[in-house]
């Protein structure tokens, strides 16, 4: 997309509407086949821990042999991925351990960033004596650290020894986001979900209208001009029951369309630092870097660089920064945003 829309480019605004929807489209399933693969890798290393068990029970097993090898009837990564068109999606991987944001106790105390935040935990609790299994910890705004934790046993013995200096809570997972693409003109998103359910659900007694209607709530659309005519993409967020319902599914009808149903995965990149986890109108960089160049000091419309690099990389100092632009889709960075958003996001 980055050829397609550069100044050089010679194709009209059509063409650019045509390749950036099939773009779209081939993004969502790249993202799909991600989180199938995760899927199944999680799959075959619960099936590999109980080979191993039963193994350690009956060396000489035969069957066990041929599942190891990927010749019984275990599912291996290519049969996974390998699967069918229109058929079922394999279920997300088991959700990751509780987690526990930590703050400073008072606003005018004497803890004021997240790395004094951080240390003032540290100080006050030791996982080894404490029994806690920490496996993910990292600083957030407002002065605030996150801890992710093996299992619940774990987060309450961390929460029982935080030190009267730090509050804890316990953030809520955001609610999955579902992605209808391609749907004709502009419906309104009560015409969205009042098809939903006429044309899918009627006959579903676990789905009257009145639970859809609770359960979806339009998030924000993305239209797209094909020529004369207008496509628009619909971004719902839905409960983890009704996204599971309409992700297994894979298309659904609304008015006179069969349209497909993704995951949508949300990330938002600064527009002013090129850093992901928040918009323009919250960033305290002082400076603006520039999307094309990754250098400080101007915009990418006053960029007079010749070569591009992915600003975000470059700032953490990445050696592929330059083989890429900023927040395109192979960018790591991006691909470390999304990977969090799918660990905050309650999918059931």
């Known amino acids: 997309m980055e050829a397609v829309r550069a100044r050089t480019s010679k194709l009209n605004k059509d063409e650019v509407a045509t390749i950036g929807v099939h773009t779209e489209r081939l993004s969502a399933v790249v993202m799909h086949l991600t989180l199938r693969l995760a899927a199944a890798e999680a799959r075959a290393a619960v099936a590999e821990a109980k080979v191993a068990e039963r193994r350690a029970l009956d060396p000489g097993a035969a069957d066990l042999r041929a599942y190891a090898s990927g010749t019984g009837t275990g599912t291996t990564y290519a049969a996974a991925l390998r ?9 997300l991987g088991a959700p990751p351990g509780p987690m526990l944001a930590f703050y400073p106790a008072k606003e005018d105390g004497p803890i004021k960033t997240a790395d004094e935040t951080k240390a003032a935990l540290k100080e006050a609790v030791d996982p080894a004596k404490n029994w806690i299994q920490v496996t993910k910890l990292r600083k957030v705004g407002n002065a605030g650290v996150l801890v ?6 774990s987060a309450s013995r961390l929460r029982a020894a935080v030190p009267k200096t730090l509050r804890v809570t316990e953030p809520k997972r955001r609610q999955p986001l579902v992605c209808l693409s391609r749907l004709d003109g ?3 998103f009560d015409e969205i ?3 939903m359910h006429e044309q899918n659900f009627r006959d579903d007694p676990a789905w009257p209208l009145a639970r859809i209607q609770k359960e979806a709530t339009g998030a924000f659309k993305k ?5 004369a005519a207008k496509a628009t993409a619909a971004i719902l967020t839905c409960t983890a029951e009704l996204r599971e319902a309409l992700i297994k599914r894979g298309r659904i009808y609304i008015g006179w369309q069969s ?4 995951d949508y995965v949300d990330v938002t990149c600064c527009s002013k630092c090129q850093q992901y986890g928040h918009p323009e109108r919250y960033c305290r960089a002082k400076e603006t870097t520039c999307s094309r ?4 000091g101007h915009a990418a419309g006053a960029c007079k660089a010749e070569e591009t690099c992915c600003a ?22 991006r691909q470390y945003a999304e990977a969090r958003s799918v660990s905050m996001t309650q999918y059931g």
Do not use: M
């Open 186 to 188: 502009d419906p309104t």
């Open 223 to 227: 239209n797209r001009s094909r020529g």
């Open 312 to 333: 975000t990389c470059k700032r953490l100092g990445k050696r592929e920064a330059a083989g890429h632009r900023t927040a395109s889709r192979d960018c790591p960075a």
């Open 83 to 91: 699967l069918p068109r229109h058929q079922e999606p394999i279920a």
């Open 193 to 195: 979900i009042t098809a």
């Open 148 to 153: 992710q934790t093996t299992d619940q046993e």
């Open 259 to 262: 349209v497909e149903v993704t």
């Open 293 to 296: 160049c990754g250098a400080t």
